[in-house]
């Protein structure tokens, strides 16, 4: 019995033996599994390029893994479930340990920056749910070993440049219920294998260049509740089985090249029905009726098709809020027609924000109902059909509307006088109708109008005053009515568009044209206006059109138009112009279309530049010109060389001579006189050569409430800079007062009167005076005294310090327009120092805080304390060596001045360009995040193309974002907006090259963003 007990005691050691053993074993091999996430980890921390939130500091051995930042471990085995570590601004690529973490099933790293191709590792994931790797810059192609996460239920790679097919390899991941591969570049047709996911719910591939057919099999997906196919190459008709899905909440194929009827009982067979898009394909019959079953429709867009025959009533369908079938053939075709009935039944529709109906052939009145539309409605167009009678009154019940659009109808009468009621109103377009009468005052009170064309009607009587009062207006078209008396033009100065032609407009062209300094097209032809063209002229240099045919203007072609240099057409026939075609406009060298017709004009025609063009320059009925291109069948220029010709010449030339010496000795014996005199009589303060005012320490000090710390406003390199109000004249200044004890400053003072003395432009800050005294203390005192800039500086709207006084707590944003404008009033000043001034200017020390910007965001440059003249006998790059020795700030002041080179042109080129790049990255240059070899010239470079947006100030993508409200346009305006950023970053980095020589010119500068200018309001015109 014994025995046995021992033999009981030996097994039972040994058992425990062994599972202390196989416990062992057990931690061994997890812990090794548990290093392995942890080694993955790191990896991947390792191979990240930019974590500027330092988010991944934590991923350290001093902390279990299972707490760094993104990362949740299971309960039971230790492992990582979840990785998520979306929408933090990293860069770098995946790395291919992701593979490692047996046991994840959430991947999140979407909104990011990764890039290089998706690791094929992620087919080692085996327990993989959700994989999300969307808005990231990944390349290459779909790994088709992502069809080994058998268990993936959710797979989002959109926003990305993926290329090639989609992988058959995916039929076989039957638990799928969501894909989503928009916004890519995948190519190949929609394979047929789709039907074999059985699991799908939603499908988004638009914004692709997937061709071919819809595959029949897509209708055996009985779950599909959205399918998003818009913007590919998509060919032939939509199964019919598709129309059986009656799940179906959203069904979007816009902008393919797909045909085919819609079937009759639509409405019936997809009862669920939410978002319902065909626009821009080839779809042919009618509307069908049944369509109105779908009570829970929101979109409907079918424009741009061959649609035909009524439009149905949608009475039930009360939840539609975008309703579009513009560009089709619905209607009649007769004007006396009752094709509008349909709108009645729209005025269920509570929640309607957009109704687009142009472009087709519905024909009719306007019924009074359409002011029971819904009181949300903010779009409403019903252009270019054959709508007829009157505007109803009743439309001013719209008050949310921004956009009324009736052109090209056979619309008469008023335009009504309560449609200044509409306050939101931001664009007014009803030209090409029959509409009389004048122009309503109550339209005065559209205050937010932004686009107006009331072109080719019969209107009459002046143009109102009130228009001065607009501030918002970008385009203004009253051309072909019968307006009369003189031109008055809107004051806000952000025109870019005005058409007055073909009008019975009389008088000269006012001064106040100047004021419309960012002008791109101007049309006055055909009216009876006469005079000279202003001399203001000369500030809208932005214009690309300028036509004036067809009037009684005269003079000569004035010297101010050379400033137009961005010029592209220029019509000035049918005039009375003379004296000889002055030779700047060879000089244009955008100029394509060039009219000098029927005028006075005599003497030599230009040959280079828009002369060598035959078929671009029309100078015909120009009687006394001559010579030219050969093509021009010009006689050619005679000298007149005959003796007594010539003793009358010599006579003339001798009187004046002797006439022009007695002149200029009384004016140097009037001048020598009024000197000494002065000398004898001089006040302390002296005034800059033409200076409005004459200050004194005192008035200085009394305007600045004794140079209070409250008005303070800025202190730069040699003084401080104060807010002041004069008190006799009201006049707010800013004073700029140097410190005479800091090094450098007295030069600074005498370099900047130097150069202020000498520079006149609409962007550079205007002196009032200087003042050169004694303050009370018995010591020297110097001061300038300035226009006071009332928005402050460039540096505090791009960097802004919030403050309680915000208006509802936001800080200074600028838009992207306003961005481009200050760009160019900035290029614009330059371009005047460096090429346009007797003796050229070199500023020396551009950046933010020397930009300043008036009340109407104008900007101008400031603070010419470390200009520098360049000398006209010295080469274009040598300086004055009289002005002040410093070159400029830290972060924009060009490279080449560290080894101390003579300042240049280029030098300012440089100090713009990083200006460009800090403008639209709102990132200044001389921020922590760059270090060693990182600067802000090649951040921006390593960005672009795939990571324009990526880098772009956040406030501009929520403007990108926020302009459009339906995908065909959002999308158009999304890549122009991508475009113009990429373009204006391009500048940037062209004008910031280290190598001097390469750098781009400041006058290519200015044309380039004109032509930005120009692209973006077009876009905004055709939305």
């Known amino acids: 019995m014994a025995h046995l007990h021992l033999i009981c005691a030996q097994l039972l050691c040994s058992c425990l033996l062994l599972a202390a053993l196989l416990m062992s074993c057990f931690i061994i091999i997890v812990s090794a599994m548990n290093d392995t996430d942890r080694l993955a980890l790191l990896t991947f921390k390792a191979e990240i390029t930019r974590d500027p939130f330092g988010l991944l500091n934590s991923w350290n051995d001093s902390t279990d893994f299972c707490r760094w930042y993104g990362v949740i471990c299971g309960h039971r085995h230790h492992r990582v479930t979840i990785l998520d570590l979306h929408s933090q601004e990293l860069s770098g690529p995946i790395s291919s340990h992701i593979g490692n973490l047996s046991f994840l099933r959430i991947l999140l790293l979407q909104n990011n920056s990764f890039s290089v191709e998706i690791p094929p590792q992620i087919g080692l994931l085996r327990r993989l749910q959700f994989l999300h790797l969307s808005n990231n810059s990944l390349t290459g192609e779909i790994p088709s070993n992502i069809s080994s996460c058998t268990n993936l239920l959710d797979l989002r790679l959109h926003y990305n440049h993926l290329v090639g097919g989609i992988p058959v390899e995916l039929g076989s991941l039957s638990n799928l219920q969501k894909i989503n591969f928009a916004m890519n570049q995948i190519t190949g047709s929609i394979p047929s294998f789709i039907g074999n996911l059985s699991s799908l719910k939603f499908i988004y591939c638009p914004y692709n260049n997937l061709s071919g057919i819809i595959p029949q099999s897509l209708g055996r997906l009985t779950k599909l509740q959205s399918i998003s196919l818009g913007v590919n190459m998509l060919s032939g008709t939509i199964p019919p089985s598709v129309f059986n899905l009656s799940l179906l909440i959203g069904f979007d194929i816009n902008m393919n090249q797909i045909h085919?009827?819609?079937?009759?009982?639509?409405?019936?067979?997809?009862?669920?029905?939410?978002?319902?898009?065909?626009?821009?394909?080839?779809?042919?019959?009618?509307?069908?009726?049944?369509?109105?079953?779908?009570?829970?429709?929101?979109?409907?867009?079918?424009?741009?098709?061959?649609?035909?025959?009524?439009?149905?009533?949608?009475?039930?369908?009360?939840?539609?809020?975008?309703?579009?079938?513009?560009?089709?053939?619905?209607?009649?075709?007769?004007?006396?027609?009752?094709?509008?009935?349909?709108?009645?039944?729209?005025?269920?529709?509570?929640?309607?924000?957009?109704?687009?109906?142009?472009?087709?052939?519905?024909?009719?009145?306007?019924?009074?109902?359409?002011?029971?539309?819904?009181?949300?409605?903010?779009?409403?167009?019903?252009?270019?059909?054959?709508?007829?009678?009157?505007?109803?009154?009743?439309?001013?019940?719209?008050?949310?509307?921004?956009?009324?659009?009736?052109?090209?109808?056979?619309?008469?009468?008023?335009?009504?006088?309560?449609?200044?009621?509409?306050?939101?109103?931001?664009?007014?377009?009803?030209?090409?109708?029959?509409?009389?009468?004048?122009?309503?005052?109550?339209?005065?009170?559209?205050?937010?109008?932004?686009?107006?064309?009331?072109?080719?009607?019969?209107?009459?009587?002046?143009?109102?005053?009130?228009?001065?009062?607009?501030?918002?207006?970008?385009?203004?078209?009253?051309?072909?009515?019968?307006?009369?008396?003189?031109?008055?033009?809107?004051?806000?100065?952000?025109?870019?568009?005005?058409?007055?032609?073909?009008?019975?407009?009389?008088?000269?062209?006012?001064?106040?044209?100047?004021?419309?300094?960012?002008?791109?097209?101007?049309?006055?032809?055909?009216?009876?206006?006469?005079?000279?063209?202003?001399?203001?002229?000369?500030?809208c240099d932005g214009l690309t059109i300028l036509r004036m045919r067809d009037n009684l203007f005269h003079g000569s072609i004035p010297q101010p138009i050379s400033s137009l240099r961005s010029i592209a057409a220029l019509d000035l026939s049918n005039n009375s112009f003379y004296g000889e075609i002055p030779k700047f406009l060879e000089a244009f060298q955008y100029l394509e279309e060039l009219n000098l017709s029927y005028n006075r004009l005599e003497g030599p025609l230009p040959t280079q530049g828009v002369f060598r063009n035959v078929s671009a320059t029309f100078v015909a009925g120009n009687e006394k010109l001559c010579g030219g291109m050969s093509e021009f069948e010009l006689p050619k220029c005679v000298s007149q060389n005959s003796k007594n010709k010539g003793r009358v010449h010599g006579l003339k030339l001798i009187v004046t001579i002797l006439f022009g010496l007695l002149g200029i000795t009384l004016v140097v014996t009037f001048l020598y006189l009024r000197r000494w005199k002065m000398k004898r009589n001089e006040p302390i303060s002296s005034s800059l050569d033409y200076s409005m005012l004459n200050l004194s320490y005192g008035a200085l000090q009394k305007a600045t409430d004794g140079f209070s710390s409250t008005n303070l406003i800025g202190v730069g390199s040699f003084g401080s800079v104060y807010k002041g109000?004069?008190?006799?004249?009201?006049?707010?200044?800013?004073?700029?007062?140097?410190?005479?004890?800091?090094?450098?400053?007295?030069?600074?003072?005498?370099?900047?009167?130097?150069?202020?003395?000498?520079?006149?432009?609409?962007?550079?800050?205007?002196?009032?005076?200087?003042?050169?005294?004694?303050?009370?203390?018995?010591?020297?005192?110097?001061?300038?005294?300035?226009?006071?800039?009332?928005?402050?500086?460039?540096?505090?709207?791009?960097?802004?310090?919030?403050?309680?006084?915000?208006?509802?707590?936001?800080?200074?944003?600028?838009?992207?327009?306003?961005?481009?404008?200050?760009?160019?009033?900035?290029?614009?000043?330059?371009?005047?120092?460096?090429?346009?001034?007797?003796?050229?200017?070199?500023?020396?020390?551009?950046?933010?805080?020397?930009?300043?910007?008036?009340?109407?965001?104008?900007?101008?440059?400031?603070?010419?304390?470390?200009?520098?003249?360049?000398?006209?006998?010295?080469?274009?790059?040598?300086?004055?060596?009289?002005?002040?020795?410093?070159?400029?700030?830290?972060?924009?002041?060009?490279?080449?001045?560290?080894?101390?080179?003579?300042?240049?042109?280029?030098?300012?080129v440089?100090?713009?360009?990083?200006?460009?790049?800090?403008?639209?990255?709102?990132?200044?240059?001389?921020?922590?995040?760059?270090?060693?070899?990182?600067?802000?010239?090649?951040?921006?470079?390593?960005?672009?193309?795939?990571?324009?947006?990526?880098?772009?100030?956040?406030?501009?993508?929520?403007?990108?974002?926020?302009?459009?409200?339906?995908?065909?346009?959002?999308?158009?305006?999304?890549?122009?907006?991508?475009?113009?950023?990429?373009?204006?970053?391009?500048i940037g980095l062209a004008c910031s090259i280290e190598e001097p020589r390469r750098r781009m010119s400041i006058e290519q500068v200015a044309s380039q963003l004109h032509k930005i200018r120009k692209k973006l309001f077009t876009s905004s015109l055709l939305g």
């Open 725 to 908: 109000l004069l008190q006799e004249s009201k006049i707010v200044i800013a004073v700029k007062v140097l410190n005479l004890t800091w090094h450098g400053a007295l030069k600074s003072f005498k370099a900047e009167c130097e150069a202020l003395k000498r520079i006149k432009h609409r962007n550079l800050l205007k002196v009032l005076t200087a003042c050169a005294s004694i303050d009370y203390k018995g010591d020297e005192f110097k001061a300038l005294v300035y226009e006071f800039m009332v928005n402050g500086s460039l540096d505090e709207w791009l960097h802004p310090n919030p403050t309680p006084n915000d208006a509802d707590g936001h800080s200074k944003k600028l838009s992207l327009l306003q961005r481009i404008n200050i760009s160019i009033d900035v290029a614009s000043a330059l371009d005047y120092l460096h090429n346009q001034c007797e003796s050229p200017i070199i500023h020396c020390d551009l950046k933010p805080s020397n930009v300043l910007l008036d009340a109407d965001m104008v900007g101008h440059i400031g603070d010419f304390g470390l200009a520098k003249i360049v000398l006209q006998s010295m080469s274009n790059t040598r300086a004055n060596t009289s002005s002040a020795g410093l070159r400029g700030t830290v972060g924009y002041a060009a490279p080449e001045y560290a080894s101390k080179s003579q300042v240049s042109r280029e030098g300012d």
């Open 910 to 986: 440089y100090s713009y360009g990083v200006l460009l790049l800090e403008m639209f990255t709102a990132l200044s240059p001389t921020s922590d995040m760059f270090r060693d070899n990182l600067n802000l010239h090649n951040y921006v470079s390593e960005a672009l193309p795939q990571r324009a947006m990526e880098i772009t100030d956040p406030v501009l993508l929520h403007e990108g974002e926020s302009n459009s409200s339906f995908q065909d346009s959002l999308h158009k305006r999304s890549c122009l907006f991508q475009e113009c950023l990429e373009i204006v970053y391009r």
């Open 260 to 539: 085919g009827n819609l079937p009759k009982d639509i409405g019936f067979t997809l009862p669920n029905l939410q978002i319902f898009g065909i626009g821009k394909n080839h779809f042919t019959g009618s509307i069908p009726s049944s369509i109105a079953n779908s009570t829970n429709l929101r979109v409907l867009q079918l424009l741009g098709n061959e649609l035909s025959g009524k439009v149905p009533s949608l009475a039930n369908l009360r939840n539609l809020r975008f309703y579009s079938i513009f560009k089709n053939y619905l209607g009649s075709g007769r004007s006396d027609a009752n094709d509008l009935s349909f709108l009645c039944s729209l005025t269920n529709a509570t929640n309607l924000s957009t109704l687009i109906l142009g472009g087709n052939r519905l024909g009719g009145t306007l019924p009074v109902c359409i002011g029971n539309l819904s009181a949300t409605l903010v779009s409403m167009s019903l252009d270019q059909n054959l709508i007829s009678g009157e505007i109803p009154r009743e439309i001013n019940k719209l008050v949310n509307l921004q956009i009324l659009s009736l052109y090209g109808n056979l619309l008469s009468g008023p335009i009504p006088s309560n449609l200044g009621s509409l306050s939101n109103l931001v664009q007014l377009v009803v030209e090409d109708n029959n509409l009389s009468g004048i122009i309503p005052s109550s339209l005065q009170n559209l205050q937010r109008m932004s686009i107006c064309s009331l072109a080719k009607n019969n209107l009459k009587g002046p143009i109102p005053s009130y228009l001065v009062k607009y501030q918002s207006l970008t385009y203004l078209d009253l051309s072909s009515n019968y307006l009369s008396g003189p031109v008055i033009f809107p004051m806000g100065g952000n025109l870019l568009h005005l058409n007055l032609s073909q009008n019975h407009l009389s008088g000269v062209l006012s001064m106040n044209i100047g004021n419309l300094i960012h002008l791109v097209e101007l049309d006055v032809s055909g009216n009876i206006l006469d005079g000279e063209i202003p001399s203001s002229l000369s500030n």
